[in-house]
């Protein structure tokens, strides 16, 4: 069993930066593929970035170049910086962990960027 708690999130404004944290307990953290998701009001929830245990990563068009995925083993812990902010990426952020079959979901963390 894997548990998550995500943390970091808060209003800031368009072009501003924040950086969310993800920590998970046990001690496979390692060999756990790590993504965020974020699902805005009325919409599917959707993929942002995921990371490898190898340390590949992968993003949604919609956020490459602005947003970062990071992860700290030694820290049981994945990161999201995100900067250049715009209103649409006002979302609540989840945090994923996977190890096939298994799949393991934080309660999220609200994202508000505002004009």
């Known amino acids: 069993q894997v548990q998550l708690v995500e943390s970091g999130g808060g209003l800031v404004q368009v072009g501003g930066s924040l950086k969310l944290s993800c920590v998970a307990s046990?001690?496979?953290?390692?060999?756990?593929?790590m993504r965020w998701y974020r699902q805005a009001p009325g919409k599917q929830r959707e993929l942002v970035a995921s990371?490898?245990?190898?340390?590949?990563?992968t993003y949604a068009d919609s956020v490459k170049g602005r947003f970062t995925i990071s992860r700290d083993n030694a820290k049981n812990t994945v990161y999201l910086q995100m900067n250049s902010l715009k209103p649409e990426d006002t979302a609540a952020y989840y945090c994923?962990?996977?190890?096939?079959?298994?799949?393991?979901w934080g309660q999220g963390t609200q994202v508000t960027v505002s004009l």
């Open positions: 994923n962990a996977a190890l096939v079959p298994l799949e393991y």
């Open positions: 046990g001690s496979i953290f390692s060999i756990l593929v």
């Open positions: 990371i490898t245990s190898g340390g590949s990563r």
